[in-house]
């Protein structure tokens, strides 16, 4: 599997679906992180410090034509956080055209954010779960290499909501995702990220 995620900021990945990458990555799965959108030098400087593979690529189609994932997961569509919403919107708006002249192939995923509640008040609804127990520890030491932004208030966020996703799909912790039709076409979740 290649897996990109899309997000705004440099910790977005680690925070929201950091289980789930190191899950992945355990599994031989190529994983990469493509920042779209201007950041600091110092929030470039922890991206790099992760363990992930970063590109600061503010062109989402070339950058994906250039990958060739066949997974892309990014922020929920509805998510509180502007620059959020603009990178979903993104990269929606990219993928018809790719899949349809360039023949990409590929899955359409986002995860959730701040307390799983979006810019509406309507809930993040999870459709796929993804087991990160083993990787719950790890995930918050990723999440700590942040020093920027102040990753003790994001942890102190995530923890219920991962286990709440835990409780509900029978595991200590769980990262949600939904998966997202790209032309109207939508296939089996849980082959990808179950």
């Not at 779209?36 to 992930?52: D, H, I, W, Y």
């Not at 959020?84 to 349809?100: E, G, Q, S, T």
């Amino acid at each position: 599997m290649k897996l990109l995620a899309i997000v705004a900021h440099p910790d977005d990945a680690e925070i929201w679906m950091g289980g789930t990458l190191l899950r992945y990555q355990e599994m031989n799965a190529q994983i990469k992180i493509l920042y779209p959108l201007s950041v600091t030098k110092q929030r470039q400087r922890e991206a790099k410090a992760s363990m992930f593979p970063c590109i600061f690529n503010k062109n989402i189609a070339k950058s994906i034509l250039s990958e060739k994932p066949n997974v892309i997961v990014t922020h929920w569509y509805n998510d509180s956080h502007p620059s959020h919403r603009h990178v979903f919107n993104k990269v929606a708006k990219v993928l018809p055209d790719l899949i349809v002249f360039k023949k990409i192939s590929v899955r359409f995923f986002c995860f959730s954010s701040y307390n799983a509640v979006g810019l509406d008040g309507k809930q993040f609804e999870s459709t796929n779960f993804v087991d990160i127990s083993r990787y719950w520890n790890k995930k918050i030491e990723l999440i700590n290499k942040f020093q920027s932004q102040n990753p003790a208030y994001w942890i102190q966020q995530l923890k219920p909501m991962n286990q709440l996703w835990g409780a509900q799909s029978g595991v200590r912790y769980a990262e949600g995702f939904i998966e997202l039709p790209i032309l109207g076409v939508k296939k089996n979740a849980c082959s990808i990220l179950c």
